[in-house]
């Protein structure tokens, strides 16, 4: 087996631990989503980004980056309906400090993409191909 390549992150959650309600820590079983399965389902159901789309981000296959997403949704779903604690860590991945924002000419959508990615070909959300760079931001400093 090969090792994994490191995925590119955008997004350092600020808070890193989840747990049930009335629940003493004592008493829960936990589960661990690390912090690329946390990013992909970000860009996936939160920034509703494609497969396709979503890889890119994160320097990915389309393929490995719906095989990070249904891990990440496995365990959330697990804990959910199991009632564990979530502990967001570790996992193989780069955090990145640079943006791009871009915006579509069509549907005036604005979106983010890491440097390095290269230019999105069209928009997320109409697929026009008229987009514009609004500006590069340095993300917040992770922690």
């Excluded at 502990?87 to 983010?112: A, H, Y």
């Amino acid at each position: 087996m090969r090792p994994q390549k490191d995925r590119i992150v955008a997004f350092n959650p600020d808070v890193s631990y989840f747990k049930p309600r009335g629940i003493p820590m004592i008493d829960l079983e936990e589960t661990r989503l690390t912090v690329d399965e946390c990013e992909a389902l970000r860009l996936s159901d939160l920034l509703d980004l494609s497969h396709e789309d979503g890889g890119k981000q994160m320097g990915v296959s389309r393929a490995t980056f719906g095989r990070i997403l249904q891990n990440a949704r496995r365990t959330v779903a697990d804990a959910l309906v199991n009632g564990k604690a979530i502990s967001i860590e570790g996992g193989n991945f780069k955090m990145t400090t640079r943006e791009r924002v871009f915006e579509c000419d069509r549907c005036t959508k604005r979106w983010s993409e890491l440097q390095g990615t290269g230019r999105p070909e069209k928009c997320p959300s109409c697929g026009s191909k008229k987009l514009f760079r609004i500006s590069t931001r340095k993300s917040p400093p992770p922690g």
